[in-house]
Structures are given as C-alpha cells and as structure tokens.
C-alpha cells in the first residue's frame, strides 16, 4: 500500500434510493482527502446481485453530483484500479478466496439452512450469541472433496481464533477490544459464488490502495473480521474511523419510516445542495462560540477535524436545516442566481413538458393551472384528517392502504407511473376494492384534493421520497399504525397474492 498519499473512499449499495447518511460518510471522505492532497474514489458495493439495480446506481451518482462531492475515481469516471463496481471484480475475489482456503484461514461450510436456523435456536434458548459453531471444521480434506464432488452447496467461511482478543484501533475513539469468542465466523463467499461485502470489501481497499477508511458506527463490529483478512493476507490495514449515526430529535437512528431521509428528497423540497453539505459538516463538526455557521466547501475542507468529531449521534434536525437554507438564500442567491435555482428546481424544459402533457386537457383558462398544479411545488400539504372524509373507503381501510403502500413502494426497483399503479392495484385487490376507490384517498394525501391530474403520473412526477413523505403525513393525521395492524395488513396482502 502506498501510505505516502492520502486515498478515500465511499462505497454505496445500489439497493434503493441514497441515503443522506451516504452524503454525511462521503463528506467525511472527501474533506480528509482534499485536506491532504489526496485521492477521493467512488466504488459501487453491489455483490447482493438480487437488489443492486443500475437504476438506483445512477440515482446514487446524480445524489452525490447534486451535493457537489466530486470524485477523482469512480466507475463513471474511471481511473488507475479499476473496475470500480464489484460485480466486474469476481475473479479477483475467487482468487483471493482460494488463497485463504489454501491456507487454512478460511473453510468450506455445507451447513443447510435448517440446520443453521436450529444451531441459532440452541444458542438463543441457551442464553449464548448467536455465532457459527464450527460444525464444518471438523470435516476432513477427503470429506469435503467428497461433499464438493456429490454437488453439495456451500459457502467459504472465514477462520475465527478459539481464544485471544482483537483489538481495533480507531482514530476517534481510541483501542476497541473484541474477544474472538464473540466474533462469528463470516460467510466470504456465498453458495453462488459471489463474495460477501466483508471480503470484496477488504480486497478492493487493499488493491485500490486506500489508506483512510471512514465509516458508520454500525461497521464496527465488523472490523475484527476484517482485520483478521489482512492479517491472513499479510496486508497493512488502513486507518479506521467509525462515524457516529444520524439520530432522530428521540435519539433513535434515523429512518425513513420517521424522517426524510433521501438526498433527493431534499433536492424535491427545494433546499440547496450548499445548505445541506453546509449542515452535514456541522454535525460533523461543530463550530465555535463566535464563528459564523454558514460556511462553503472549501471551508468545510480547511476547518475539517477529525479530532472534533463527536462520539455520540448527532441529531438531524430539520429547523436547523431550514434556518441554514433560508440563509444561503438570502445572503449567498443574487436575483439572477436565484432565479435560476428556482429554474433548475421546478421547471426544467423537460418536466415542464412533462406537466403541460398532463395539465392542458384539465383546464379552461391558464390560470387554472396555479390551483390545479400546486401541489406539484409545495412541500408539506396543509391536510387534516377530515380532508379524506371525502374518499369512498372507510377510515380503517384508507390507513391499510396508505400503510401497505410505503412498504411496497420502498420495494420497487422503478418509480414510474406504471409500476406505481401496479402497487396500488393489488392493495385494491386485497381489500377487495376497485382501484379508483383507492386510489382516492391517494389523490387527497398526495394532490391535496380528490381529484387532479392524472394521479400516478403526479407520484411520479413528485419522486418517492417526497411521495414517501406526503403519505407519512397523512398517516400521521389519521393515526399512525400499531405493529399489530402491520402485521395484519401485511398478512392481508400476502394472502390476496397467494390466492391469486
């Protein structure tokens, strides 16, 4: 590894929409890396071949463009170690795999999955962790080839240490202590062939000569897993730092199911890229009695300190954002630069055709469109609960619907009108009603009104995570829903698809 240059990186999963949290991480990156002259790399971790999509890999690219975070290598810009999606590096990884098999540091494992379920049934009613107990390690070299030749499945496991202790060193928080007793034996290769995060992971650090790694709490855990990968392979670790979470005003960690939480949410809502980095860097590091708060990038960079980093969580809270985009707006955003935010915010040519499309056969006069398009430029509606007295489903069923909705719409790998009425169809379906009946409370938590443009044009049109957010609000104003009718709801819909 190359420790005379500084190299970071941030590695997204293309499983869904960006998380805010992925800005708040690459922040961190990025202002490390330019503050030393270094190198900021953007690698895509899509080994869970059956949720990445190339969609939400583009998404995820157009997220982090939007917040101004410039990479120097990524798989949209290439560079000197590439490829930089792991699911073109597969034959590095069975390399590597072979390697550690060879050596004794990793084994094949043949357990089933009924066999592992009642391993973890047994440790739990015994009150012990939940860890791989090394069943497969008692197999000899002429039963395994034996198993391998009759075609069984199996994973590559790594090889845990009966005794000792692992010691993490992190650059914030100082030596974190593991006993290996209680670090399980990770799976690195699954029965498909593909690698697990934890050894792509390891591998690409290691190749793309990264010498700083700053990340999530929640990896923490996993850092003695891969430490022993670099022992095993006889690599210099890089330095770690692990970020504390994003909290919610409560303390708990922040969820989509309690706070917008995707980046392009906020770029829906009209809040400034400047204002959001702006934020995440407070949280990150605060400033002192007497500083001013609003702050660009290059002094985000100039300011950044990793020994100011805060240990505990801090907290996302929106007034806050608010205050710091209202600033940015009056004191940053000439009339020309505002208007041309306003712009490239609501009426890009190509959304402005898009609206004009679906708005000119509903109107008499063009100034209808203000009242009838509204709902197209507003952020928070002003709803109350006796707005859906006009829908045609009863109170229960229009929570089951708008409940059932944001789980399955979380699901989708497309946001589109089509794919979005599909959603809406087999809710109807399970609560057997037509989907026009449904569909209207639909209209109301989304539009504001019963009726409007064409209802899945507009959710399309608005973006999942604003949509997400309208229809929590709704939610919020008819009653928020108990984990008992999730659970009946869920069952409800699961039941209706059976049948099908």
């Not at 390697?99 to 089933?112: H, I, R």
């Not at 970020?243 to 919610?248: A, K, T, V, Y």
């Amino acid at each position: 590894m190359n420790s005379t240059r500084v190299r970071t990186r941030v590695a997204p999963s293309p499983t869904g929409d960006p998380h805010v949290g992925t800005a708040y991480v690459a922040l961190f990156n990025y202002c490390f890396a330019r503050q030393h002259g270094g190198d900021f790399i953007l690698r895509i971790e899509d080994t869970d071949r059956a949720r990445s999509t190339a969609e939400s890999e583009g998404v995820i690219l157009e997220a982090l463009r939007w917040c101004g975070l410039a990479w120097d290598e990524g798989p949209d810009v290439g560079g000197p170690f590439g490829p930089y999606r792991q699911s073109e590096r597969s034959s590095i990884y069975a390399s590597y795999a072979e390697q550690l098999l060879a050596s004794g540091d990793a084994f094949k494992c043949f357990c089933t999955p009924q066999r592992l379920e009642e391993m973890r049934v047994a440790q739990r009613a015994a009150g012990r962790p939940s860890r791989y107990d090394g069943h497969c390690l008692t197999y000899s070299a002429q039963e395994v080839a034996a198993r391998e030749a009759a075609g069984e499945p199996y994973v590559v496991r790594l090889r845990v240490p009966d005794e000792g202790v692992c010691v993490v060193n992190d650059m914030r928080r100082g030596p974190i202590e593991f006993e290996y007793t209680s670090v399980d034996m990770q799976v690195l290769v699954k029965s498909d062939g593909m690698p697990t995060y934890h050894l792509a992971n390891v591998v690409d650090d290691h190749l793309m000569e990264i010498t700083h790694v700053f990340r999530g709490e929640e990896w923490v855990s996993s850092a003695p897993k891969h430490l022993l990968l670099y022992s095993y392979f006889g690599w210099l670790p890089p330095q770690l730092l692990h970020l504390p979470l994003l909290r919610n005003p409560d303390k708990s960690k922040l969820s989509k199911r309690k706070n917008p939480t995707g980046i392009l949410f906020f770029r829906e809502m009209g809040y400034l890229p400047e204002a959001l980095i702006n934020f995440l860097a407070l949280l990150a590091n605060a400033v002192g009695d007497g500083e001013d708060e609003l702050l660009d990038l290059p002094q985000i960079v100039q300011r950044f300190n990793v020994a100011h980093v805060p240990i505990g969580g801090p907290v996302f809270d929106l007034a806050k954002l608010d205050w710091l985009n209202g600033r940015y707006i009056r004191e940053r955003l000439d009339p020309a630069s505002f208007l041309q935010r306003v712009q490239d915010w609501a009426v890009s040519p190509q959304r402005l055709t898009r609206i004009a499309t679906l708005a000119a056969p509903r109107i008499e006069r063009l100034s209808d469109l203000g009242p009838l398009l509204a709902f197209l430029f507003s952020g928070r509606l002003a709803l109350t609960a006796q707005s859906f007295d006009s829908a045609k489903l009863d109170g229960p069923s229009i929570r089951c619907a708008l409940s059932l909705s944001l789980t399955e719409f979380d699901k989708l790998a497309t946001w589109n009108a089509s794919t979005i009425e599909g959603v809406i169809a087999r809710i109807a379906a399970a609560l057997g009603k037509k989907p026009r009946e449904v569909a209207r409370p639909f209209y109301i938590a989304i539009t504001g009104s019963p009726t409007s443009i064409p209802l899945y044009d507009s959710m399309e049109l608005l973006g999942r995570d604003l949509v997400r957010e309208r229809l929590r609000n709704a939610l919020d104003l008819l009653g928020t829903p108990t984990k008992r009718e999730l659970q009946e709801w869920e069952s409800l819909l699961q039941s209706a698809e059976a049948a099908v």
